[in-house]
């Protein structure tokens, strides 16, 4: 690109050059500049001459470069710099810290920096977002801001962390969202400090229990894909915030009875990929969707249903059922998706009763195929017209149960939160 290319131009605001083989930065950029995209190049360095002029440069973005290593100082003059985005260059190493005091967003993300110099960021006092997931951090940054409202740690190499005895304490009184996916974390202590925190994503680590302690404001709470074997109800009596627990592809096997009562406005809850023999009791009045694919259980009983009025989706995929008794369906009466598949199921006539009263609420069936007795193997039990036309003298046609169910379902109780099949989870329901 020739010199001064843009330099006349005094009206231009936006410049983006994404996706070419740029080898440095345009030159002579005019003063006027308030968003500069470069991502997907071949930029190697960043010079303090290539922003020169520059101070009216709001958004700044130089992801999927070259860039190994980078001085802080060399960006000290963009002061109305609201966006950084270094992400993707392979970067091994920074230096200096940021003089940027109005910026808001920094992303690092998935390069390879080990660590940081003394305290980097702790001069920008308006930053909410910072993104450093994908690198290869063994501690997290000290001092950070304390204006701080999002911080990813995600996919590094931290093995423990700890708050409350350092300055994070009061510096990160504000943060909201926690990410620490996927690192090396065998325990995380402290963040009961994070006092105005509602997600924490702790999967994919190494945690045998659920941290104690946590925030009474949390509203998410990710532990999924770690090594927890019991759950208890100390690690939940104060999470009355609690909307949404992940616990999947864990080695639970022991559920402590009410361990969630506390969790009053809990919705969603999975627990699939587990080892659990049964579904557990005393669960939240307010739970929404509950997730046991994958788990040990054998059989459905009504004591562990009695509580889930609000429950809309049900999900039992690969486990051990055979037979689900029509009666325990009264206490749902909300529940609009039930899954069945991979579970050995006995297809009676008693069976087909349950198939009636599902028909009859309209609940969308996934699966259901017949394992005994041999004349019905690989049949479905929601759908086959040959297995309802032998049991049609078994009384399949009263309606009571379904109705009775419609009306527990119409009551003066209003309809809790409808469930939104994009949130969270896929359940397949092509």
Same mark, same amino acid.
């Given at each position: 690109?020739?010199?001064?290319?843009?330099?006349?131009?005094?009206?231009?605001?936006?410049?983006?050059?994404?996706?070419?083989?740029?080898?440095?930065?345009?030159?002579?950029?005019?003063?006027?500049?308030?968003?500069?995209?470069?991502?997907?190049?071949?930029?190697?360095?960043?010079?303090?001459?290539?922003?020169?002029?520059?101070?009216?440069?709001?958004?700044?973005?130089?992801?999927?470069?070259?860039?190994?290593?980078?001085?802080?100082?060399?960006?000290?003059? &963009?002061?109305? %710099?609201?966006? /950084?985005? #270094?992400?993707? *260059?392979?970067?091994? @190493? =920074?230096? $200096?810290?940021?003089? !940027?005091?109005?910026?808001?967003?920094?992303?690092?993300?998935?390069?390879?920096?080990?660590?940081?110099?003394?305290?980097?960021?702790?001069?920008?006092?308006?930053?909410?977002?910072?993104?450093?997931?994908?690198?290869?951090?063994?501690?997290?940054?000290?001092?950070?801001?304390?204006?701080?409202?999002?911080?990813?740690?995600?996919?590094?190499?931290?093995?423990?962390?700890?708050?409350?005895?350092?300055?994070?304490?009061?510096? &990160?009184?504000? %943060?909201?969202? /926690?990410? #620490?996916?996927? *690192?090396?974390?065998? @325990? =995380?202590? $402290?963040?009961?400090? !994070?006092?105005?925190?509602?997600?924490?994503?702790?999967?994919?680590?190494?945690?045998?229990?659920?941290?104690?302690?946590?925030?009474?404001?949390?509203?998410?709470?990710?532990?999924?894909?770690?090594?927890?074997?019991?759950?208890?109800?100390?690690?939940?009596?104060?999470?009355?915030?609690?909307?949404?627990?992940?616990?999947?592809?864990?080695?639970?096997?022991?559920?402590?009875?009410?361990?969630?009562?506390?969790?009053?406005? &809990?919705?969603? %809850?999975?627990?699939?990929?587990?080892?659990?023999?049964?579904?557990?009791?005393?669960?939240?009045?307010?739970?929404?969707?509950?997730?046991?694919?994958?788990?040990?259980?054998?059989?459905?009983?009504?004591?562990?249903?009695?509580?889930?009025?609000?429950?809309?989706?049900?999900?039992?995929?690969?486990?051990?059922?055979?037979?689900?008794?029509?009666?325990?369906?009264?206490?749902?009466?909300?529940?609009?998706?039930?899954?069945?598949?991979?579970?050995?199921?006995?297809?009676?006539?008693?069976?087909?009763?349950?198939?009636?009263?599902?028909?009859?609420?309209?609940?969308?069936?996934?699966?259901?195929?017949?394992?005994?007795?041999?004349?019905?193997?690989?049949?479905?039990?929601?759908?086959?017209?040959?297995?309802?036309?032998?049991?049609?003298?078994?009384?399949?046609?009263?309606?009571?149960?379904?109705?009775?169910?419609?009306?527990?379902?119409?009551?003066?109780?209003?309809?809790?939160?409808?469930?939104?099949?994009?949130?969270?989870?896929?359940?397949?329901?092509?």
């Amino acid at each position: 690109m020739e010199k001064n290319t843009f330099k006349a131009l005094d009206a231009l605001r936006t410049l983006e050059l994404w996706n070419n083989k740029l080898s440095y930065v345009p030159t002579s950029l005019p003063a006027n500049l308030e968003v500069l995209k470069l991502g997907d190049n071949l930029i190697r360095v960043l010079h303090e001459s290539d922003f020169e002029g520059l101070q009216k440069l709001r958004v700044f973005d130089i992801q999927s470069n070259l860039i190994l290593a980078l001085s802080f100082s060399i960006l000290s003059s &963009l002061g109305n %710099l609201q966006s /950084l985005t #270094l992400d993707g *260059n392979n970067m091994e @190493s =920074v230096s $200096g810290s940021l003089q !940027l005091p109005n910026l808001k967003y920094l992303s690092m993300a998935n390069n390879k920096l080990k660590s940081f110099p003394e305290n980097p960021f702790s001069s920008l006092h308006n930053l909410l977002f910072l993104n450093l997931n994908g690198n290869l951090l063994t501690n997290a940054p000290l001092d950070l801001p304390k204006s701080l409202l999002s911080l990813k740690l995600g996919r590094n190499q931290l093995k423990v962390l700890a708050f409350g005895g350092m300055k994070q304490q009061a510096n &990160l009184s504000k %943060l909201s969202e /926690l990410c #620490l996916s996927e *690192n090396q974390l065998s @325990s =995380v202590v $402290g963040t009961q400090f !994070l006092s105005s925190l509602t997600t924490l994503e702790l999967s994919g680590n190494k945690l045998q229990r659920i941290p104690l302690r946590l925030p009474a404001t949390l509203q998410k709470l990710d532990c999924s894909n770690n090594l927890i074997e019991t759950v208890k109800a100390q690690e939940f009596q104060d999470l009355k915030n609690l909307k949404h627990l992940f616990l999947d592809n864990n080695i639970v096997t022991t559920f402590e009875d009410g361990a969630l009562q506390k969790c009053t406005i &809990l919705l969603n %809850l999975a627990l699939e990929q587990n080892r659990l023999p049964s579904v557990p009791l005393r669960l939240p009045h307010m739970l929404a969707r509950l997730d046991l694919k994958g788990n040990r259980i054998k059989r459905i009983k009504e004591q562990e249903l009695k509580d889930l009025g609000h429950l809309q989706v049900l999900n039992l995929r690969n486990n051990n059922i055979s037979a689900l008794d029509h009666g325990l369906l009264i206490h749902l009466p909300r529940l609009r998706y039930l899954y069945l598949e991979g579970n050995p199921w006995n297809c009676t006539c008693e069976l087909l009763k349950t198939r009636r009263v599902l028909t009859a609420t309209g609940t969308d069936v996934k699966g259901g195929q017949c394992t005994a007795p041999a004349e019905n193997q690989g049949e479905s039990w929601m759908s086959s017209k040959r297995i309802l036309h032998l049991c049609v003298h078994d009384n399949l046609y009263s309606a009571e149960p379904g109705e009775e169910i419609r009306k527990k379902a119409n009551a003066d109780d209003p309809p809790n939160l409808r469930v939104n099949m994009d949130d969270y989870y896929d359940y397949e329901l092509d």
